[in-house]
């Protein structure tokens, strides 16, 4: 694993805030998406506020633009003959909800990106989370199991918990707590499986809703907390990714980690 050389990504149109963390020889590449930022774009007037400011093939799931020839190659450039280097492209890797920051996955190889997907899809990925919460949880370490139902409607996902026959598991441990009137805590997530909403839902049917959740929070705790703080964010955070991965007869570790923003531990 290399650290973050001058020029890989230095020409990627990254979207408003987002930061390369680290990449490897391969093209693999880990990217922090701040709060706000969309995974991809959803319609054309999306694009300002995406992962990249470029086009984005939804069939393939990749991004793609032009660049000058000075365009480090790895980055996915096909070099074309008019003095510009054609079809720079990086595949999605995987998604976040806007309303999450932290680490995504992308990469510079087709090939490549497929591979890694389907280690997605296997659960060979290892993906840390961290969330501030109303409340705290009885125990510092738990398995948080549940049957979730998830509907996909107009664009728009919902889910539920206890009412579906989804499995969702989540191992969970306590940061740090806050006890008394008032009582927040900053843990820890790590799915074991990738259920969309699923960490949001988890936490609001132990009655300990994300801080900032519009859609599965605490509406009355937002206002004031939001009133409070001058803070309007879902304070849910990828803080971590790891796993490996065979490519051309090798294996390959990969891990990434996105600093928790300060706000998070600013109540505690």
């Avoid at 840390?128 to 664009?155: S, T």
């Amino acid at each position: 694993m290399s650290g973050k050389p001058e020029r890989f990504g230095a020409a990627w149109p990254l979207g408003p805030g987002v930061e390369l963390l680290i990449q490897d020889a391969n093209g693999v590449a880990a990217l922090n998406k701040p709060a706000g930022v969309l995974s991809h774009p959803n319609e054309a007037k999306d694009r300002p506020r995406c992962l990249f400011t470029a086009h984005y093939d939804a069939a393939s799931e990749c991004y793609q633009w032009t660049a000058p020839t000075s365009t480090n190659t790895l980055d996915g450039a096909r070099r074309g003959g008019t003095g510009e280097v054609a079809a720079s492209r990086v595949w999605l890797l995987n998604r976040l909800d806007s309303a999450t920051s932290g680490v995504i996955l992308v990469a510079t190889d087709e090939v490549l990106a497929g591979e890694i997907r389907a280690g997605f899809k296997r659960k060979e990925v290892t993906k840390v989370y961290q969330a501030l919460v109303f409340g705290h949880p009885a125990k510092p370490v738990e398995i948080w199991r549940d049957l979730l139902a998830v509907v996909k409607k107009g664009g728009q996902i919902r889910a539920a918990a206890g009412v579906g026959h989804v499995p969702a598991e989540s191992r969970v441990r306590v940061i740090r707590a806050r006890h008394g009137a008032g009582a927040m805590a900053l843990i820890q997530l790590e799915p074991r499986t990738g259920r969309s909403h699923q960490l949001r839902v988890q936490c609001a049917r132990r009655h300990l809703p994300i801080v900032g959740d519009q859609t599965y929070g605490d509406f009355g705790r937002n206002r004031e907390f939001a009133k409070r703080t001058g803070l309007k964010r879902l304070f849910l955070h990828s803080l971590e990714t790891r796993f490996s991965y065979e490519w051309k007869n090798r294996t390959f570790s990969f891990a990434a980690k996105a600093p928790l923003p300060a706000e998070f531990v600013s109540e505690l």
